[in-house]
């Protein structure tokens, strides 16, 4: 990790960890030439698929100055998240939730920056905190602050401690001196993380194509692609199954670095870590937004939301009789939406309830005949390594 030579860079760390963060690190503001070529590399090979972020303008989001053109110094901040991964709730089918959006943990890391930007600012610098935000690549800025390094999954991975973290910065004209200590590959031969992606997203050591990433997937507008749809599981939101994989991610993970959320998660219909996948399905718009708003929801638009969850109710509601999934799954095969009655539609087949398709009102619907066409044409990708992943035990 790239270590400050000044009192003040002395006071941001003790300043920083005393806010609860894990790690932190500085580097200079330079452009980050080498990262805005590969996005601009992977953006002309589509793997960011229809994700924008930091694709859309690479220039911007690899140079600090475009933020604040005084720009000298970054600090860079890591806040570690609770890795803990409650049982699934007792009762109907519930949805998992990845570790990193069971609470806010980007508020809690924009608070901790926030001290460092206002310590800055009480000494005349100027000072601007970046999280979660398409303004800066925050994985490049980590890497060059010595905080870890990049992970085969694409991921940063903190040395002893894994990469369940968020990240963040504050760009400041303030020169801060350091002494550069570069974190060195930590991976070795280990290809756990892309022999493990339920869709093979993982297309070469830390490259990932979006399209066929579950997190992104969930996040896209459109129709989920009917051929990762077994794959999702009961993913809702998000997939964590790279870093559950990663031998670093697990030590660190059974040594319990990261104290439980004292908050408990959210209230989303369980814990934060699962909801209820037939309050979602039934819930309005005003109760989906109020609960589960502060995930990336396309538009804003809380169909997304119902398109995912009736995914993951296909994949999930066996244990259910036929009586219960009709319930839930009728007034969608009734609908006047044509992408949320695609999705119910697989849902039935894919629970062996073609019956539910047998209605009159329904077999003579064209939407839900293409959709049974493709559901044949497509009955789910390597099925055998696509199932509902739990987290692997030890080796």
Not at 109 to 121: C, N
Not at 133 to 158: F, M, P
Not at 282 to 311: F, M
Not at 316 to 342: F, N, W
Request: proline share 6%; glycine share 10%; aromatic share 6%.
């Amino acid at each position: 990790m790239n270590r400050p030579n000044s009192q003040l860079g002395i006071d941001i760390v003790e300043l920083g960890m005393g806010l609860g963060l894990s790690a932190v690190g500085f580097c200079d503001a330079e452009p980050l030439e080498e990262t805005r070529e590969v996005l601009e590399s992977r953006r002309d090979q589509g793997l960011n698929a229809e994700m924008a972020f930091t694709y859309r303008n690479p220039t911007r989001s690899t140079d600090p100055r475009a933020t604040l053109p005084s720009a000298q110094s970054i600090v860079v901040g890591a806040l570690r998240y609770d890795t803990e991964a409650p049982e699934a709730p007792v009762g109907g089918p519930h949805a998992r939730v990845a570790r990193y959006a069971t609470s806010d943990h980007y508020d809690d890391l924009r608070r901790a920056l926030g001290g460092i930007r206002d310590l800055l600012k009480s000494l005349g610098h100027k000072a601007v905190v970046l999280a979660d935000d398409n303004a800066l690549v925050d994985r490049a800025v980590a890497v060059k602050a010595g905080i870890g390094w990049y992970g085969k999954s694409a991921n940063v991975l903190l040395p002893g401690m894994g990469s369940w973290f968020v990240l963040g910065s504050v760009v400041t004209n303030a020169e801060l001196g350091f002494t550069a200590e570069l974190v060195d590959d930590g991976c070795g031969t280990c290809t756990q993380c892309i022999d493990h992606c339920p869709t093979g997203a993982i297309v070469a050591p830390g490259v990932v194509d979006a399209g066929r990433c579950l997190s992104w997937r969930l996040q896209a507008p459109g129709d989920f692609p009917i051929e990762f749809r077994r794959a999702l599981g009961n993913r809702i939101y998000g997939c964590d199954d790279c870093q559950e994989y990663c031998p670093p991610s697990r030590r660190a993970d059974r040594r319990g670095i990261g104290a439980p959320d004292p908050r408990g998660g959210d209230d989303l219909g369980g814990s934060g870590s699962w909801v209820d996948v037939a309050w979602m399905l039934d819930a309005s718009d005003e109760e989906l937004l109020t609960k589960l708003g502060r995930w990336y929801v396309p538009q804003r638009d809380p169909r997304y939301l119902r398109r995912n969850a009736l995914v993951v109710y296909g994949n999930t509601a066996h244990s259910q009789d036929a009586e219960a999934i009709e319930l839930v799954l009728g007034p969608y095969l009734d609908c006047d939406d044509e992408m949320l009655r695609r999705h119910a539609t697989w849902a039935a087949l894919n629970l062996g309830h073609n019956e539910m398709l047998l209605d009159n009102r329904r077999v003579d619907d064209a939407v839900v005949a293409d959709e049974m066409a493709l559901f044949r044409a497509h009955p789910g990708i390597n099925d055998d390594a696509n199932k509902m992943v739990e987290a692997p035990g030890d080796e």
